[in-house]
T-cell receptor, first 109, second 117 residues
Framework: AQRVTQPEKLLSVFKGAPVELKCNYS??????LFWYVQYSRQRLQLLLR??SRESIKGFTADLNKGETSFHLKKPFAQEEDSAMYYC???????????FGKGTKLTVNP | GAVVSQHPSRVICKSGTSVKIECRSL??????MFWYRQFPKQSLMLMAT?????????EQGVEKDKFLINHASLTLSTLTVTSAHPEDSSFYIC?????????????FGSGTQLSVL
């Protein structure tokens, strides 16, 4: 069964500090990992996906199959990064996504 | 970018009534749409996959007679919560995939907060 674990419900950092949002997954097949972000009063939107290996808004995430992790990182957090972040898992040719419970990131001035 | 419109954003109804939620892809065609449910401080739980022109595929534990899904066109899927009860109160979100944008890209509606009194 597919499962996504985001161990931190809340994460608070100061502006300019590095931030890492943890995500671990469980899946027997070839995983496809995504990070979605939801800013206050806005809809959920895709932040990045492991396939494209891109950096969006300074965020990066590397898929580590050995550790079954897909942690989201940013070297210098900004106040506008404050939002709810969801890690999501797809794969096996299925369009379905399984979401983690989310981590609420607060970047303090 | 692609936009998914979900309506209504909030609905309050009496127990026993039915509520219909619409999900529209505004500038792209979506053969597949997804319906999620989110309880407070919980994750999004996939309820069903809505397939244009055919029956929806429901996840385990989701009552198909309770949550009726219709995907009559390439731009519209509806979720009807029949005979709603207070335990059905939740945040419902739809999403759709823009095939032309790449198979990985899902676009989400803004969600519907259902409160059943």
């Amino acid at each position: 069964a597919q499962r996504v674990t985001q161990p931190e419900k809340l994460l608070s950092v100061f502006k300019g500090a590095p931030v890492e949002l943890k995500c671990n997954y469980s899946y027997s097949g070839s995983p496809e990992l995504f990070w979605y972000v939801q800013y206050s009063r806005q809809r959920l939107q895709l932040l990045l996906r492991h396939i494209s290996r891109e950096s969006i808004k300074g965020f990066t995430a590397d898929l580590n199959k050995g550790e079954t992790s897909f942690h989201l990182k940013k070297p210098f957090a900004q106040e506008e990064d404050s939002a709810m972040y969801y890690c999501a898992l797809g794969g096996g040719g299925s369009e379905k996504l399984v979401f983690g419970k989310g981590t609420k990131l607060t970047v303090n001035p | 970018g692609a936009v998914v419109s979900q309506h209504p954003s909030r609905v309050i109804c009496k127990s026993g009534t039915s509520v219909k939620i619409e999900c529209r892809s505004l500038d792209f065609q979506a053969t597949t749409m997804f319906w999620y449910r989110q309880f407070p401080k919980q994750s999004l739980m996939l309820m069903a996959t809505s397939n244009e022109g055919s029956k929806a595929t429901y996840e385990q534990g989701v009552e198909k007679d309770k949550f009726l899904i219709n995907h009559a066109s390439l731009t519209l899927s509806t979720l009807t919560v029949t005979s709603a009860h207070p335990e059905d109160s939740s945040f419902y979100i739809c999403s759709a995939r823009d095939l032309l944008a790449g198979s990985e890209k899902l676009f989400f509606g803004s969600g519907t907060q259902l409160s059943v009194l």
